[in-house]
């Protein structure tokens, strides 16, 4: 992760408490860089909901590279329309996404 991407994250990460019992979902999840940093270092679940497919792949594939799957779901979606029940995630994040809502 970015030196200036993974500044944000932990700043934003120290205003929350976040535990490994916590369930995070990350709208507009890119990459999956913040998903696998807060799973790392949190133990936390993380919900990675992201438009783009080819981005939701490659987040896959480095899921598994880091043998991360187990604590990080990628599903392909909007939004703007979220396909979860309602109390399903203790935070809901998300960085530089939100933007792009119309
Ligand atoms: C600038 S990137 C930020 C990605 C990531 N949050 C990060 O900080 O690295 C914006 C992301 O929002 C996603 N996105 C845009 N509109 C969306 C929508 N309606 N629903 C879900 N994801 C969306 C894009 O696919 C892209 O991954």
Known sequence: MEIAKE???KSMASLV?????????????????TAR????????????LNISKKQNLVNQ????QQKL???IDVYEGSFEDLPFPNSSFDIVW???AINFSH
């Open 7 to 9: 500044r944000t994250v």
């Open 17 to 33: 408490e976040i535990n490994s019992k916590y369930r995070v979902l990350d709208i507009g999840s890119g990459y999956g860089g």
């Open 37 to 48: 940093f807060l799973a790392k270092k949190y133990g936390c679940h993380v919900t990675c």
């Open 61 to 64: 594939e480095r899921n598994e």
């Open 69 to 71: 799957s187990s604590l």
């Open 94 to 96: 998300s960085q530089d």
